[in-house]
């Protein structure tokens, strides 16, 4: 095995994005998008331009009235939208 493979099986900050992305399906991600909305869910899957699939999603959006919690069973996301990814779940934000 080379040097670089071992390294990248050991340090998770050798990995590229879409690796880790990748080791992310199946566990909760924290979904931070462009603009007013924060979505926390399983990752069930993406594509090369970042779209995902989430179950179990717990969106949060901040509006002139103050935050507003809705809970979805699935969403699709268009990964242009898509501002961090925090693979393991969020904070407590409720």
């Known amino acids: 095995m080379l040097k670089a493979e071992i390294m990248a099986n050991t340090n998770p900050s050798q990995l590229l994005p879409s690796e880790l992305i990748d080791r992310c399906i199946g566990s909760k991600i924290w979904v931070?998008?462009?603009g007013?909305?924060?979505l926390v869910g399983?990752?069930?899957g993406f594509?090369?331009?970042v779209n995902m699939v989430l179950e179990d999603v717990t969106e949060y959006e901040?509006?002139?009235?103050?935050?507003r919690i809705t809970k979805l069973d699935q969403i699709?996301?268009?990964g242009?939208?898509?501002a961090i990814l925090v693979p393991g779940?969020?904070?407590d934000l409720e």
């Open 62 to 67: 901040i509006t002139a009235e103050g935050r």
């Open 32 to 34: 931070i998008m462009k």
């Open 80 to 82: 242009n939208n898509i």
């Open 42 to 44: 399983t990752l069930r």
């Open 47 to 49: 594509d090369v331009y």
């Open 36 to 38: 007013d909305k924060e």
């Open 89 to 91: 779940g969020s904070p």
């Open 76 to 78: 699709l996301l268009n």
